[in-house]
């Protein structure tokens, strides 16, 4: 053989080389989130050939990514594959050998969640594929046919399912999104659009003491410029438009640090690569407003096992959360979201940085900080730094049913229900705006309540018309403001349980996912333990019960379920601003026993006036809620005639105040 000849041989031997075969498969997964890996898990175990295909190193998502303090509101709507994930995670703490954890059912170290992704992946023969990102998709008439990556490698799928934080198959396949902020006439949402967040003073004392609570929101009064007249850094001086108008703000982002005062596994915060001291001018102005604050005031520290810790924004107007730097990310190309990474990276690492170094910060701060550092043994290969950049909201499906404030609050049921959801609508601030008197304020941010709601599959299906193979339970259909509650990784699991088995049922019926037998899929959901409709506490409970969710509320009470409950609280503030009044119907005149159940907590108030309403006239009792329950109220006289009322006040109360149930029992004469 010539040279020549070889020359021609080994070109046509790396061309060959070069070109990868199609890879086929009954589902195509893009995104290894928890909801992404939910979802092909659920379809492999109907038999189907799933694949799961992640743009990063890593899978998990941000469960594995750095937020390891699990929001995950009422535990009692989280069940089937998502609770299972959760149960395995907790089964790893089980080692009696093992070193001291603060032990919670949902809580587990990064490291951890990854290896279990791992085992339930490989235990169900999923495909896994990592370090590979969407090039380009094909489409047959309203079909995804096929995907192809970076490395050449094309997917062919009969179903395909965008499970990414971004959307980017999703926005590929052709399917209509939104990004930002809806107004508020669009579908009526109170808290729609343009949001500028309400003065919340904070006294030195409750800034400076060690357990008290933080809020979202501006909590003084900070100049906007410096003494020269300048704009401070992050801060921008725009017009305000109307309150309630739209844009295409989404609220910020930041990563979730996991954090150690353990000496023996700590790694000190590094000095990011581009540090600049003036990005935290305004940070500095907070913390000498407040002589005493504590590092524990200016994030938030999560808890999670072995003596580990989830540092997220406190909701202070300067925290990790980076407001206003993402704005080009939704639909940012590669470089774009890149240079967008690596400043949340800087900005955020700079945060700790300044906290700790800049001599301008008292001394006491300072060595607060440094007590701290990076979890040495998480996120070995990255520097000890988060995987994930905590992507709160991106692009968001127009699907064939958008999720409302309402959906989240007062219509709360409905008929293709396939997953719940129950956190508060939370959105993180969005931007900082100068007020006409020269000061900052924090716009965009609220939290309000939600009840136990019902998730549709409509809102995971796009419109039959745009595409009819492609399920999306992460960058869902919903409104910025219902998004702010959905968006917890519980749901996104949830949500990616029902995507997985809807697939499989699409393909085997050889229909459009819009055209499934949705009642089937619910069978099917619920003999997998998949939680479609919340019995409430309240039900198991003997004579005429009424729990905080059917009272009448006055002023804002925050769902919970810390301590193992499911109730409502007042947040420790606002005393005087809250009620909750129960009118419970009896069925005949007579006596009834008034009880009231409550989950117990050093925290709660000692002194919560509760009143009743009976017969016989008005009367107040004082409650400590630091006591077990359920507590008598006593014996009064009701009417048929007239609902038996007990309205409990937040008024001049010492902590927080809980609302739960409220029971009458008949006494017989």
Known sequence: MNLKSIIVLALVVAL??????????????YGGTPGGIVTAIAAAREGAAAVVIEPTKHIGGMVAGGLSHTDSGNPAVIGGIAHEFFARADAKYNDPDKTKHSRNFWFSEPHVAEQVFHEMLREAGVKLVTGQKLKSVTRHAPHVTSIAMTDGTVYRGKMFVDATYEGDLMARAGVKYIVG????????????????????????ELMAKPGSTYTHGTPTNLPARDASGKLLWGVTDKPWPAPGTGDRLVQCYNFRVIATPRKDNQVPFPKPKNYDPTHYELLLQLVLKYPGIRFEKLVHTGAVPNDKYDLNAS???????????????????????????QD????????????GHDERVPQELRDQVNAWGLAKDEFTDNNHWPYALYVREARRMLGAYVMRQQDCQTDITKPDAIAMGSFILDSHALQRLVTPDGNVIDEGNFDGPTKPYQIPYRSITPKPEQCRNLLVPVCMSATHVAYGSIRMEPQYMAMGHAAGLAAVMALRADKAVQDIDVPALQVKLHE??????????????PGIVMDAEDARLTGNWISSNFGGGSYRHDHNEEKGKKSARFELKVPADGRYEVRFLYTA?????????ITVESADGLKTIQMNQRKPSPVSLG?????????AVVTVSNEGTDGYVVIEVVQLLPVTP
């Open 16 to 29: 060959a080389l070069s070109v990868r075969a199609d890879e086929r498969y009954d589902v195509v997964v």
């Open 181 to 204: 902020r809806e107004g508020r006439a669009d579908y009526g949402e109170l808290q729609a659009g343009f949001y500028p967040a309400p003065l919340r003073p904070r006294t030195v």
């Open 315 to 341: 909701g202070l107007i300067f925290g990790t959360d980076y407001w206003g730097a993402n704005t080009d990310y939704p639909d940012g190309d590669d470089a774009t979201r890149a240079r967008i990474w």
């Open 344 to 355: 949340h990276v800087d900005y955020v690492q700079g945060f700790f940085w300044f906290l």
């Open 528 to 541: 997998q333990e998949q939680v479609l409709a919340l019995v409430r506490p309240s039900s198991k409970l």
């Open 601 to 609: 907590y050093a925290n709660r108030a000692t002194n919560v006036p």
């Open 635 to 643: 014996i009064y006289r009701f009417t048929a005639a007239k609902p």
